[in-house]
């Protein structure tokens, strides 16, 4: 889709996502989402519970942490001198462990190309979105079934799930092994595995 004109928010993601939901005609479903993604769907989840059996989060944090604003800011800049392509290797080094960019697999090939295709004026929006949130009040308020999935080696973000699921009663939470930022490209066996077990 083209790229709206209004400063993006999550809670206009959200209303994406139910847009979607309404336009397709899902009453009810289990909604996924990976790192802003993973923001997103429990937003979703507190805003509209009656539209899911059961949320999945993955590597995505309540609260935008100290210093993100400012990070956000130079990954902005540098998009907008040097173009999105100036982002996809150093996106790849952060999302993933140094040992598996190291072994350059095709699937690295597919996440440089999504960076670099990605509208630069979109991934701005999103950064904005990125830089200033904090839904350390209505996740804990979810009451849909949540499953929290983090990768083992994403820097603070397991230790960050781990008190948004103490935080967030009867919610589970499972540290996929061998993992970055992106467990569902890096190590999906066991992903996927966990995501099995839980939806059975």
């Known amino acids: 889709t083209t790229v709206p004109s209004t400063p993006c928010t999550f809670d206009q993601l959200v209303g994406d996502v139910l847009a979607i939901f309404d336009a397709i005609g899902i009453d009810r ?17 507190a805003l509209h519970p009656q539209r899911l059996d059961r949320v999945i989060a993955c590597d995505g944090p309540w609260v935008n942490p100290a210093g993100a604003a400012e990070l956000w800011e130079e990954r902005i800049a540098v998009v907008r001198s040097q173009g999105m392509q100036a982002l996809a290797q150093p996106t790849v080094q952060r999302w993933f462990r140094a040992a598996f960019v190291a072994g350059n697999p095709p699937v690295l090939d597919k996440v440089r190309r999504m960076i670099a295709d990605t509208p630069p004026e979109g991934f701005i929006a999103c950064a904005r979105a990125l830089q200033q949130f904090d839904f350390r009040q209505s996740f804990p308020q979810i009451r849909v079934p949540t499953l929290l999935l983090c990768g083992a080696a994403d820097g603070v973000m397991p230790q ?13 939470f499972v540290e996929i092994p061998e993992a970055g930022h992106l467990p569902n490209l890096e190590n999906p066996v066991e992903f996927q595995r966990a995501l099995a077990a839980w939806i059975r």
Do not use: D, K
């Not at 479903?29 to 989840?45: D, E, K, Q, Y």
């Not at 960050?160 to 589970?172: D, F, I, L, P, Q």
């Open 29 to 45: 479903a289990t909604l996924l989402g990976v790192s802003m993604g993973a923001i997103t769907a429990l937003r979703f989840a």
């Open 160 to 172: 960050v799930m781990r008190e948004m699921h103490a935080a967030m009663g009867g919610s589970e």
